[in-house]
């Protein structure tokens, strides 16, 4: 019987020298601890799953191209990966504005969120919550892109006002402010659900 416990996981900063060292293994390890993240976050970014999935992998394919360039001593690894994900999920949002769109590619805000029903509820309750749930989707989309990325970060990363301060690099008062914002013009938008 073997009586050594297993090995503790490696921490991020022996991760980050390994991958600058070549070891492509250790990026897999960094990709498997942060795909779920990065994923919904550039879902809440671009609001298509297809599209969140390929941009969450090609951001990781950039980062790993551009790792030898982190500096881990400066930020985390994600919040220096949020700032590739970032950009190519502004990029596509401006290209795909640029473009028209077939009704046929437009994904229903239902679609790209699991939704696991309480068979318990009343359908009645269940078409409403489904309704809103639309609602708040359609409403986060209709957002302009810097607004959806603070709702994003705040709401549904739960990232602290300093975490989103360093991600963005910018003072946590504008951060504060930029919030504010966001949530007046989404309440806004959201106003014949709330009352």
């Excluded at 980050?16 to 550039?42: N, P």
């Excluded at 709702?151 to 990363?157: A, N, P």
Aim: charged share 30%.
């Amino acid at each position: 019987m073997n009586n050594t416990p297993p090995p503790e996981p490696p921490d991020e900063a022996r991760l980050i020298s390994r991958c600058q060292a070549g070891d492509v293994q250790a990026f897999g390890v960094l990709v498997e601890k942060h795909k779920r993240r990065a994923y919904y976050t550039a879902l809440g970014l671009v609001g298509s799953h297809d599209e969140a999935l390929d941009i969450s992998q090609e951001a990781f394919v950039r980062a790993y191209r551009a790792l030898a360039r982190f500096q881990p001593q400066r930020s985390s690894f994600f919040t220096w990966y949020y700032q590739i994900l970032r950009n190519l999920s502004f990029n596509f949002l401006r290209d795909r504005a640029k473009q028209p769109r077939p009704f046929s590619e437009i994904e229903a805000p239902g679609n790209s969120i699991q939704h696991i029903p309480d068979e318990s509820c009343d359908p009645s309750i269940i078409a409403e919550r489904n309704e809103l749930k639309d609602a708040v989707w359609r409403a986060i989309d209709s957002l302009k892109a810097p607004e959806r990325e603070i709702i994003v970060l705040r709401d549904f990363q739960d990232l602290s006002y300093k975490e989103i301060a360093e991600t963005l690099d910018c003072p946590i008062g504008t951060v504060m402010s930029r919030l504010f914002n966001a949530r007046k013009q989404l309440r806004e938008k959201l106003e014949g659900y709330l009352s």
